[in-house]
């Protein structure tokens, strides 16, 4: 993902090597901070790959450079976003880094296509925790911290979908008060 924020943002004009630093640190947050140590050795791939193009920048001292994206660069940074990997849909910050530059894609309909993919995880039952292979729901957890997480991510998996249903132009579905298993961080239905 460290690759498709260097292309992204390469595709919005050439950038000095610590702006381009400056830039993804931002993007990626405090969730995974990104080290010289790794952002420098993609830097050197992505050039030895020819996808960007790296020139002295002679205004700003001798071991300055501009990085800018080549038309091989650009064709690869769309392919990555018009087919993410399943764990580059799956995981949040993975997923995050494809949002922040799909807007590159020209066609609609393959911003749309990642965007469902999304949906469709997310509309998936799911816990951390598990009763066997049955997905354990928030009010099924008596430890508080871990009833915590559930709640949360509840929370953020509802205002996820609800925004995603939104940009594609969707209509939520019709909960009904006891929510429906559709909603993976739902509580559960009442016995009856």
Do not use: K
């Amino acid at each position: 993902m460290l690759e498709l924020a260097i292309l992204g943002f390469l595709a919005e004009g050439p950038l000095a090597g610590h702006e381009l630093r400056r830039r993804v640190s931002q993007l990626t947050g405090y969730t995974r901070p990104v080290s010289d140590g790794s952002l420098y050795p993609a830097i050197n791939r992505l050039t030895r790959a020819g996808l960007i193009e790296r020139r002295a920048d002679p205004a700003s001292g001798a071991a300055r450079y501009v990085l800018s994206l080549t038309a091989a660069g650009r064709a690869d940074m769309l392919q990555r976003l018009r087919q993410p990997a399943d764990h580059e849909i799956t995981d949040f910050t993975r997923f995050y880094i494809v949002l922040a530059f799909l807007s590159h894609l020209p066609d609609v309909a393959e911003q749309h296509a990642v965007l469902r993919r999304r949906l469709e995880f997310l509309e998936e039952s799911a816990s951390f925790f598990y009763d066997h292979e049955r997905p354990l729901r928030a009010e099924e957890v008596a430890d508080p911290y871990r009833r915590g997480m559930l709640l949360t991510a509840r929370a953020t998996s509802r205002a996820e979908r609800t925004w995603l249903r939104e940009a594609l132009g969707e209509e939520p579905p019709v909960f009904d008060t006891a929510c429906t298993d559709s909603d993976p961080y739902a509580p559960a239905a009442p016995a009856s």
